[in-house]
């Protein structure tokens, strides 16, 4: 199980009490809050008495590991100093039982947050409020009633990233409060992490974290939820679970977690990350129970992971030449950075497995790691765009590692050049990733090839938002196929690769009808796949410009063919190497 992200958004992992549950399904609209006094970072005490001089009070939930969250800091802090001189006091309140008030002193200095910020025992001024998310806005007018709840705005959400908020939320119903007016919109949705309630077991146990899910963790979340991974929390023990244990049960239900896009009835995949429907069942049985730990002998011992490099100790190491600095924020994203490496090879070299390895995981979404020839300019050759692809990284994907028999080919005196694609995460970073290069013990029988079988004639409208565009490519020799990797960026809907054999026969073997440019997987079939001679790989891909996909740089403007993510690609990658011990055409 995989958090995002991405920005890599991720959706983070938070437990609630079926009573706290129950209290937050109340709208608060209305509300009189009744006094209440909260201790700050410095040992401040705040009560809503010691502000009856304020205009305005605006109480923000607060955690310290949920990614939306996070984006929101700089935000948050911005809109605290805005609207002080306005008589406006702002309180940040940090309810998450995991989060103790050290981590919250630390979370605070290292975000900057000038504000108060509160730790909440027991989550009761949470309870009070009927808060369910982080961050989520209350604003109490002056008799401190609450005339707003929800987002600050909607720039950031799951699985979407806009460029800039298309309405601010709680600087409008801010303002309409200081004017003596009602709020327009006295209500929205927060879209961040589940607040982490304590959690109370409900009767006997069925399912336990010692038994069952541990287990499952192990499987399925904890190559990416554990220090130093892209999970922004880790799952490794108990007490992590049970404090993420009902937005653990929110993901795995609406099935955003284990992150895999892959319909189910084209192809069987090696990496199909999906829980099994008896696993699923499990988890969400655990929730609901109250989480029960059950008993400590019957806990499994701990996954072993590999320190550093997941393909094993490289043979060699290419390191970007300096470090790039990422900026706290980037209206409109960051263009992508490139950065070339000369391997210095003085003879060809086989490669039987590749890792890229992003230097700062919170701020890298993605790397793509090419072969440029000696005299080659930039990644294309042979079969085109792909022909010099050595290995790529995104949230949670795996390292390149080709089966027996086969190994990609760097010639002598090739350069080795990153593409890397950074997003701002709310504070100044630094990032200096690497590739990592294990060599093969023995030539290959067989050259592991990348073939982008793309599209670059293509315009997309204004406001369209289903644009098809297709691709294909013939293999003029007899070949076998092993992966696939859908390539698009934040327009892409849906992408769908078809063979077409000699006589017409027709396969599906990839379907990805819902894609997502925060989760870009490689999916790696279980049984690799012969392809005779003549027969054709076709791609069809499906494109949203409209303002309805709220990932969209812009839906106004058409959209052409380009490297940056406002800009589109189409680009169907697969590997596979040819049957002909001679390497084939």
Not at 33 to 51: Q, V
Not at 58 to 63: D, E, N, Q, S
Not at 282 to 290: E, K, Q, R, Y
């Amino acid at each position: 199980m995989r958090s995002v992200f991405a920005f890599a958004c991720c959706v983070a992992l938070l437990a609630a009490s079926l009573a706290g549950a129950a209290e937050s399904s109340a709208s608060p609209l209305g509300k009189k809050i009744d006094e209440f006094a909260l201790k700050d970072t410095s040992g401040k005490e705040w009560t809503l008495a010691g502000l009856a001089d304020r205009k305005a009070l605006v109480v923000v939930f607060v955690g310290t590991e949920c990614p939306v969250n996070n984006l929101y800091a700089p935000r948050l802090a911005e809109l605290a100093k805005e609207y002080a001189a306005k008589g406006v006091q702002f309180l940040a309140v940090n309810s998450n039982t995991q989060d103790t008030p050290a981590r919250v002193a630390e979370h605070a200095k290292k975000y900057d947050l000038s504000l108060p910020v509160c730790k909440d025992a027991a989550n009761a001024v949470a309870d009070r409020f009927g808060a369910r998310r982080t961050p989520e806005a209350f604003v109490l007018d002056g008799k401190r009633t609450v005339v707003y709840r929800g987002r600050i705005d909607d720039q950031y959400g799951v699985g979407f990233s806009r460029p800039k908020p298309t309405r601010r939320d709680l600087a409008e119903a801010l303002d309409e409060v200081l004017a003596g007016k009602p709020v327009t919109k006295a209500e929205t949705e927060a879209p961040g992490c589940l607040i982490a309630r304590v959690a109370k077991a409900t009767g006997a146990a069925t399912v336990t974290y010692t038994k069952q899910v541990s287990r499952l963790l192990q499987a399925h979340c904890q190559e990416c939820h554990r220090p130093g991974q892209i999970g922004p929390m880790p799952l490794l023990t108990y007490d992590d679970a049970a404090a993420w244990a009902e937005t653990i049960k929110e993901v795995v239900a609406e099935k955003r977690m284990p992150p895999w896009y892959a319909d189910p009835k084209h192809g069987q995949f090696e990496n199909d990350r999906q829980l099994s429907e008896g696993d699923r069942k499990a988890l969400l049985a655990w929730v609901d129970g109250g989480c029960p730990k059950g008993d400590d002998k019957d806990q499994p011992p701990p996954r072993a992971f590999v320190d550093g490099w997941r393909v094993g100790q490289p043979d060699v190491v290419f390191t970007m030449p300096k470090a790039f600095t990422v900026p706290a924020k980037a209206e409109g994203g960051l263009p992508y950075q490139m950065f070339g490496v000369k391997t210095n090879f003085t003879e060809d070299r086989w490669i039987q497995a590749a890792e890229a390895k992003p230097g700062n995981k919170s701020v890298v979404h993605h790397i793509i790691a090419y072969v440029i020839m000696p005299g080659q300019r930039r990644q294309r050759s042979g079969d085109g765009i792909g022909d010099g692809f050595l290995v790529g990284y995104a949230p949670g994907d795996m390292p390149a590692v080709f089966p027996a028999g086969t190994a990609k080919k760097i010639p002598k005196g090739a350069m080795i050049a990153f593409q890397m694609h950074y997003t701002p995460n709310g504070t100044e970073q630094t990032d200096r990733s690497s590739v990592g290069l294990v060599f093969a013990k023995e030539p290959p029988q067989h050259e592991m090839r990348t073939r982008g079988i793309h599209n670059e004639d293509f315009e997309i409208p204004p406001g369209d938002a289903g644009r098809k565009v297709t691709s294909s490519s013939t293999f003029r020799e007899d070949a076998v196929l092993y992966s696939f990797l859908p390539h698009m960026h934040l327009r892409g809907k849906s992408f769908e690769y078809r063979a077409v054999f000699p006589g017409g026969k027709q396969e599906v073997l990839l379907s990805v009808p819902r894609w997502d440019f925060n989760w870009q997987s490689n999916y790696r079939l279980a049984k690799p796949l012969p392809l005779p001679a003549g027969t054709r790989i076709e791609c069809t891909a499906y494109f949203d410009n409209s303002d309805k996909n709220w990932n969209n740089p812009d839906p106004t403007k058409t959209v052409y063919w380009g490297d940056q993510t406002w800009e589109e690609m189409m680009i169907g990658f697969v590997d596979y190497s040819y049957t002909a011990k001679s390497g084939g055409k």
